[in-house]
C-alpha cells in the first residue's frame, strides 16, 4: 500500500511572529512562508493584501498570531476569517499565547469573562474544504476554558513543559533540582508533567491586610528549585515565593513560565544588574510573546526555549 502523501502547509503570519515564523519553517521543508501586507488606510483601519491568495486553492494553510494587544486583534481576525474562504484544503490557527485566558471567570455579576468571548470569536472561523478549523494555543491559562469553544473549530492544547524538561536534564546539578508550585492551580495544571520530579506547592494566606506567601507543603533546603506556571504578568507572586524558598534553605532558586506577558516591562525586577543575581539563577519563558523575547534578549538572568519545533509538528499533524 502506497505511504500517503506528505502533508505540505503555507504558513502566514503577523507581524511581530515573523521571526518566530522562519524558526518555524526552518523545522520542517513541509512548511513554506508565505506573506501579507498589512497597511493601513489614512483613518488608521487596516488595507491588509493577501500575497499569492490564487495559490493556496487545494493546499494546507496556516496563520501564526499573537494577540498582543487589543489593537492588533482586529487586522488579525479579518486575515484569519478570510484564508479558509481562498479554497485552502484546511486551515490551522496557532495562537501560542491565549491573552485572555486569565479573565475565564465572574466573580460578582457584571463582570465580563472575556476568556469566552475570546473563544467565541475564534470559534466563528469560517469552515475551510477540508473541514472545521484547528486552533493551536500553548498553556491555556485554566483547562476548563477548552469547553468555551464550539464546534466549529477543533482547540489543540500544546505545551511548553517538554522544553522545560529537556533544559532541566541539561543542568549540571539536574539531580538536585526541585520542582515548585506558587498555589495549588498551578499544581493541578502542571505537576502530571512533572512527574518524578520533588515538589514544593506554595499557597497565599491572609494575614490582617496582606497576603503572605507560605510552603504548603515540600522541602526546598539545599536544592535548586524551579517556580513553575503557565505565565507571569508583573511578577509579584514570583518574587514572593522566591523570599519564602530561599528563607526555607534553597542552594538556588530559578522560574519558568510558558507565557512572559510582562506588562510594563516588568522583566526589568528580574534582571541580575538590578541587585536580583542571588535571588533568580534562570528564568525561563518560550517565544510564545514576541514582544517580551526581543525586550530581555541577552539579559541575564533570561533564557528563550523556543516552541518552533513543537508549532512545526502541529502543523503536519
Known amino acids: 500500500m502506497a505511504n500517503p502523501a506528505k502533508k505540505h502547509v503555507f504558513l502566514f503570519y503577523c507581524a511581530e511572529c515573523e521571526e ?41 494553510v496556516a496563520f501564526l498570531a499573537s494577540f498582543s494587544h487589543p489593537g492588533a486583534i482586529f487586522e488579525q481576525i479579518s486575515v484569519i476569517y478570510n484564508l479558509p474562504r481562498l479554497f485552502s484544503a484546511s486551515f490551522t490557527l496557532v495562537l501560542p499565547f491565549f491573552p485572555t485566558g486569565s479573565f ?4 460578582e455579576e457584571g463582570d465580563v469573562a472575556t476568556a469566552f468571548t475570546m473563544a467565541r ?3 466563528n472561523i469560517p469552515i475551510s474544504r477540508g473541514g472545521p478549523t484547528s486552533v493551536v494555543i500553548y498553556d491555556i491559562h485554566a483547562l476548563q476554558e477548552r469547553f468555551y469553544f464550539g464546534d466549529n ?3 489543540l492544547f500544546e505545551t511548553g513543559i517538554p522544553l522545560l524538561k529537556q533544559r ?33 506547592i506554595c499557597t497565599k494566606v491572609r494575614e490582617e491586610d496582606k497576603r503572605i506567601v507560605r510552603i504548603k507543603e515540600g522541602v526546598p533546603a539545599g536544592c535548586h ?9 508583573s511578577g509579584g507572586t514570583l518574587i514572593e515565593c522566591q523570599k519564602v524558598l530561599a528563607a526555607h534553605g534553597a542552594a538556588k532558586v530559578s522560574a519558568y513560565v510558558t507565557h512572559g506577558v510582562f506588562p510594563k516591562q516588568s522583566w526589568n525586577r ?4 538590578n541587585g536580583l543575581e542571588i535571588a533568580f539563577s534562570h528564568f525561563w519563558i518560550t517565544d510564545s510573546c514576541p514582544h517580551t523575547v526581543k525586550a530581555i534578549a541577552d539579559k541575564a538572568p533570561f533564557e528563550v526555549l523556543s516552541l518552533a519545533a513543537s508549532i512545526a509538528d502541529a502543523l503536519v499533524i
Open 20 to 60: 518566530l515564523a522562519h524558526k518555524v519553517a526552518a523545522q520542517s521543508d513541509s512548511i513554506t512562508l508565505q506573506t501579507i501586507k498589512w497597511r493601513t488606510f489614512d483613518d488608521g483601519f487596516p488595507n491588509i493584501y493577501i500575497n499569492n491568495a490564487q495559490d493556496l486553492r487545494g493546499n494546507h
Open 104 to 107: 475565564e471567570r465572574m466573580e
Open 121 to 123: 470569536i475564534l470559534s
Open 153 to 155: 473549530v477543533l482547540p
Open 168 to 200: 532541566l536534564r541539561q543542568l549540571p546539578d539536574a539531580d538536585n533540582v526541585v520542582i515548585a508550585f506558587p498555589d495549588d492551580g498551578a499544581w493541578k495544571r502542571f505537576h502530571k508533567q512533572l512527574d518524578g520530579y520533588p515538589v514544593v
Open 225 to 233: 528549585v524551579v517556580i513553575v506556571d503557565d505565565l507571569v504578568q
Open 270 to 273: 528580574f534582571l541580575h544588574k
